[in-house]
């Protein structure tokens, strides 16, 4: 369970609006998996935290405890992987990497090799040109980190694995493929 207050490391992974100037946040956290948390008047013009939560950031943020969601109270830009951002294709493999990983985790599942994995990836998407070998070295991490698909073993055809693993459409992935061929 965790505490009333609590302060961790995170990547976001999404984000929607919610109500007039608020937003829901889907957050992978180091310490307590993904976590799916309200930022508080951010969409208002003169919001602090406006321009740390894009998704795909790397903040150190802190939270507190909500009847129904937990809420950031702080937050503080680690990494803003600006470079990534200079690349139409190195933005949508970026949402590729989010999505998916958004969709085969659930909320409070505690993961650190799947942070630093995450983390790992979009530290190699800043520098590298080869984003289609990046894409599949991916999902074949993913995969093995998790358990469903065993490690060393040759992964044919990796899209239908993973729209089985995760039961659905990844909707990026057309955009990724494309993107990345």
């Not at 899209?159 to 459409?169: F, S």
Request: proline share 2%; charged share 30%; glycine share 8%.
């Amino acid at each position: 369970m965790k505490p009333r207050s609590y302060t961790s490391d995170g990547i976001v992974l999404a984000r929607r609006n919610f109500g007039e100037a608020d937003r829901i946040l889907v957050i992978f956290s180091r310490n307590f998996g993904r976590l799916s948390l309200l930022a508080r008047g951010i969409r208002k013009p003169k919001s602090r935290k406006r321009g740390h939560l894009e998704v795909f950031s790397l903040i150190n943020f802190q939270a507190t405890t909500g009847r129904g969601l937990d809420y950031i109270t702080e937050v503080e830009m680690i990494d803003d992987f600006k470079d990534i951002r200079t690349s139409l294709n190195k933005v949508s493999l970026a949402y590729y990497f989010a999505e998916i990983v958004g969709r085969i985790t659930h909320d409070g599942e505690t993961n650190v090799d799947l942070y630093n994995l995450i983390l790992g990836y979009l530290n190699q998407l800043k520098k590298t040109k080869k984003l289609k070998d990046l894409r599949m070295n991916f999902i074949y991490s993913l995969l093995t980190t998790l358990g469903f698909w065993p490690k060393g073993k040759t992964l044919t055809d990796a899209d239908q694995i993973l729209e089985e693993t995760i039961e659905r459409k990844v909707f990026s992935q057309r955009v990724g493929k494309r993107m990345v061929s």
